[in-house]
Every structure is written in structure tokens, then in C-alpha cells.
């Protein structure tokens, strides 16, 4: 990530946002203006939206101009379709398309998960849960605060099951589990590392192979905790990295299929439903990118209830 960050002082004090950012940047001012609109502009930590806004001296400004190898004000790709996979008074549940954030980024407002279904409801909407930006598959989101009170608290208190499915390199064995604490990775900024060596936190995720052969493995992966990058660093610490996942290693194609982005997807989420407390089981179809190991492998698209958690012959 790009950022420039400058202090309010001096002639600074009492400009406008916009002007400032141009000034000391060395912008023109619509430039800089385009800037604060697309939700690039923070002020003493806050994001800025009205270009106008004078300053105080004193107030830290911080401006991304580039996120994730690109501009700030590169033009967004346009939105996908929002496929809905259950909704009632309380509840929605979507699936998440891979490429799309969960939620506004610092150098970006607009074109997130949160965006695209708070357009469709025509109200914001309480995100609980997040997966990563190329990770796809079930999101839920509450339709109230109370009900997205209620449904943090599943995800809180250990009681959503989540089911993943993931193609990854060669040698996982038959099943197991994986408990090992996560930190971040200090000699690799963005990633962690999944090792007893260092102070991390907790992090256990049960697995159970479903096909094995000489390029790759399709594995489904129940989590019992959701750390950040926990199932890419699980099976990183398996010698077997997620196809596609550049930052932890897993190679680009397998058995002469591509894997164009990271290929691990939410399949199936099961939590109780915060009006009736009653179990909601929500799928998303396995994606075409995923469904090409599907059909190599010979496999069945995965449905049904999660399984029990536990390792092997649990």
C-alpha cells in the first residue's frame, strides 16, 4: 500500500481539506478533490468525505494513492451480481463473489460486500463474518442491530459451524487436525505463520481429504475458530498451500488446470437463526473455478449438514 501522511500546521491550518491534500501532495485541487470523494482522505483517523471540511492544526492527514498494486482513483470494476442464497425479515445470506472485499477498503469506498447488499436492501446492512477478498462463498448479514447482534454472537461464541472446501498441492494425508496458534509472519508483512515457536493465538481447524492424487488435493476444511488467513496458513503448515494463494506459496496450476486466485471457497454455514433459534443451514454452490477440480477428481459437488467436528474416525 501507498500512502502519503502530513501534520496540519502552519499555513495548513484552516484549509480545506481538498486544498491541503493538493498542496501537499502537489495536485491539482480537482485531483485531490476525486481523492477525499472515492474515500482515500483520513483525517485524525477518521476517512473524510467532504473535500470542504477545514482543518485543525494539529490533525494528522493520511492519503492512500494506491492499494493492492493500484491507484486509489483507478476506475472500479464493475459490481457483480448479488446472488442470494436465503433471506427472511431478519436474516441474508449471500454468496460472495471472489475478487470483492468484504467491506470498503482504506483507499476505496464503494463496490464491497457490505455496498452491494446494503444497495440491495436499500439500508445498511450488519455484517458479522468476513472472508477474504479472493476467498468466495456464504456471508451472512443481519437485517436489524438486534439481529446482527444475535448473529455475531453465534460466530462469538463458537456455535456457527462452517464448512470450506479448498484445492491444494499434493500429500495431505486421509484426515486430521490441525492445532497450531497463529502470529504474523515478521519477515513477510500480510501473512501468518502457524507455529508453536512464537506467541500466537489459538487457532483449530479439522480436515478431511476427498480426493488425493499427484498435482493436487480437493480437502474440506471445519474450523473450529476464524483467525485471519487460519485455513491458508493451516494447510501452508501442512506442506499442502491453497492453489492459486501466491502469498503462501501454492502454485498457479495443478494437472494442467489454472487456479486463477486462491481457490477456497465457504460452502456451507450452519448457526441458529436469531429470531427463533432454530439451526439455518445456508450453501453456496462450489464455484466454477473450483468445480474444474471437482470434475478432474471425479467428486460430486459437496452438499448436505456439516459434518460432526473431530478428527479422523470421530
Not at 140 to 165: C, D, H, N, P, W
Request: proline share 7%; glycine share 12%; aromatic share 4%.
Amino acid at each position: 500500500m501507498k500512502r502519503r501522511t502530513f501534520r496540519v500546521e502552519g499555513a495548513l491550518v484552516g484549509k480545506a481539506v481538498a486544498a491541503a491534500v493538493a498542496s501537499e501532495l502537489g495536485l491539482a485541487e480537482p485531483r485531490a478533490r476525486e481523492l477525499v470523494d472515492v474515500g482515500a482522505v483520513y483525517v485524525a483517523g477518521k476517512r473524510s468525505r467532504d473535500a470542504k471540511a477545514r482543518l485543525a492544526a494539529g490533525q494528522v492527514v493520511t492519503v492512500v494513492l494506491e492499494e493492492g498494486g493500484q491507484s486509489s482513483l483507478a476506475e472500479a470494476s464493475p459490481a457483480p451480481d448479488l446472488r442470494v442464497l436465503y433471506e427472511d425479515a431478519d436474516v441474508i445470506a449471500v454468496d460472495k463473489p471472489a475478487g470483492v472485499t468484504a467491506q470498503p477498503t482504506e483507499g476505496r469506498v464503494g463496490g464491497s460486500l457490505v455496498d452491494l447488499v446494503g444497495e440491495k436492501l436499500g439500508r445498511a446492512a450488519g455484517l458479522v463474518h468476513r472472508l477474504d477478498r479472493e476467498t468466495s462463498g456464504v456471508t451472512v448479514f443481519g437485517k436489524s442491530a438486534e439481529a446482527t447482534s444475535a448473529l455475531a454472537a453465534e460466530f462469538r461464541e463458537g456455535r456457527a459451524r462452517k464448512r470450506y472446501v479448498a484445492v491444494t498441492g499434493p500429500g495431505l494425508p486421509p484426515s486430521g487436525t490441525v492445532d497450531l496458534p497463529l502470529s504474523k509472519d515478521p519477515s513477510r508483512p500480510g501473512r501468518w505463520r502457524a507455529t508453536r515457536a512464537a506467541n500466537g493465538v489459538p487457532a483449530l481447524t479439522d480436515f478431511h481429504t476427498l480426493f488425493t492424487g499427484p498435482a493436487f488435493c480437493v480437502v474440506e476444511l471445519l474450523p473450529h475458530t476464524g483467525r485471519t488467513h487460519q485455513l491458508r496458513a493451516h494447510l501452508t503448515a501442512l506442506g499442502a498451500p491453497i492453489l492459486g494463494d501466491a502469498r503462501y506459496g501454492g502454485l498457479p496450476r495443478a494437472g494442467g488446470v489454472e487456479a486463477a486466485r486462491c481457490l477456497l471457497h465457504a460452502q456451507a454455514l450452519e448457526l441458529g437463526h436469531p429470531r427463533t433459534g432454530k439451526v439455518l443451514r445456508v450453501e453456496a454452490p462450489v464455484p466454477e473455478d473450483v468445480m474444474r477440480f471437482f470434475a478432474a477428481a471425479g467428486l460430486p459437488e459437496l452438499t448436505g449438514p456439516i459434518r460432526a467436528w473431530g478428527p479422523a474416525g470421530d
